[in-house]
C-alpha cells in the first residue's frame, strides 16, 4: 500500500513538473526582448508591429522613441528637440539616454521589441549595459535580409498623398492607387518622398550595410542572432520569425 501512494505521489510530481516546462515555454509568461534589424524597406516595421501585437508588448521604433521624448518634454526630449530642428541626427548618448528614459517606464517591464535601435556597436553596448543593470536581456535579434534589388523596387515605389492632413501611402505595384497619381481617400496627387529615389537609396542601403556588421558578429556571438529571409509575403516572413524562436 505504501509503494502505492508513493507511485500516485511522483504521478502527481510528474503533472505539475510538465505544467512548470509547458508554462515557461508559453510565450505569454515568457519576456520578450527584441531586436529587428534590416535595411531600409526590408519590412522592419511591419513584421515588428504585428509581433508586438501577438506578444502584447510595446513597439518601439527610433522614430517614435524620438517623438516620444520631445512630447514627454523632458531634459533629453528638449536637447532632441533642438537636433531635429537643426535638421541634425542627435549622437549616441543622446539616443542612449532616451532609450533608458522609454525602457523605464512601466510598459516596458513586460519586453519590447525595437525597431531602428541601435543602430551602431556603441548603442548595442549601452543597450546590453543598460539591461544588465536591470536584470534584463536580449532574447532575440531578427536580421531581415532582402535584395538591395528588391529594396530599391519597394521603396522607389512608394508614394505618398500630397495633402498633409491625409498623408495616406501607396505603392505602384503591391497597393497602387484606383486612379494612377490620385489619392483614393482624399483625391488629391500623390507625391515620391524625395529621397525615396534610386540614388539616395542605394547609398543609404550601403552606408546601412556597412554600420550594421559589427552589430551582426556582436549578437551572433551572443547567440542571439536569428537571419530571417525578408522576401515573400508578409504572412511568410512572419512564420518565419515565429518558427526560429520557437513560438
Ligand atoms: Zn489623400
Redesign the pocket.
Known amino acids: 500500500m505504501p509503494h502505492f501512494i508513493f507511485e500516485i505521489a511522483l504521478a502527481i510530481l510528474g503533472i505539475f513538473l510538465l505544467e512548470f516546462i509547458l508554462r515557461s515555454r508559453n510565450y505569454n509568461g515568457k519576456k520578450h526582448n527584441v531586436i529587428f534589424l534590416g535595411a531600409p524597406g526590408a519590412g522592419k516595421g511591419t513584421q515588428a508591429s504585428r509581433l508586438a501585437k501577438e506578444l502584447k508588448i510595446p513597439h518601439l521604433s527610433s522614430g517614435h522613441l524620438l517623438r516620444q521624448a520631445v512630447v514627454d518634454g523632458t531634459p533629453i526630449g528638449q536637447q532632441i528637440k533642438s537636433y531635429i530642428e537643426k535638421g541634425q541626427l542627435a549622437p549616441d548618448e543622446v539616443l542612449n539616454a532616451v532609450i533608458a528614459e522609454q525602457l523605464q517606464k512601466p510598459e516596458y517591464a513586460n519586453g519590447f521589441i525595437l525597431d531602428g535601435y541601435p543602430r551602431t556597436i556603441e548603442q548595442a553596448q549601452f543597450l546590453d549595459d543598460y539591461l544588465d543593470k536591470n536584470d534584463r536581456y536580449i532574447t532575440a535579434v531578427f536580421d531581415l535580409q532582402v535584395d538591395e534589388d528588391v529594396l530599391v523596387e519597394r521603396i522607389s515605389g512608394r508614394r505618398i498623398?500630397g495633402?498633409g492632413k491625409?498623408g495616406?501611402t501607396y505603392h505602384i505595384k503591391s497597393m497602387p492607387p484606383r486612379q494612377e497619381g490620385i489619392?483614393d481617400?482624399?483625391k488629391?496627387p500623390l507625391a515620391q518622398r524625395a529621397d525615396d529615389n534610386e540614388e539616395v537609396l542605394r547609398q543609404r542601403i550601403e552606408r546601412h550595410e556597412q554600420r550594421i556588421v559589427h552589430l551582426l558578429v556582436h549578437y551572433d556571438n551572443q547567440g542571439t542572432l536569428f537571419t530571417i529571409r525578408g522576401e515573400g509575403s508578409v504572412d511568410e516572413i512572419y512564420e518565419d520569425i515565429l518558427l526560429s524562436i520557437g513560438i
Do not use: G, V
Request: hydrophobic share 25%; with cysteine.
Open positions: 498623398c495633402n491625409c495616406a489619392c481617400l482624399c488629391r
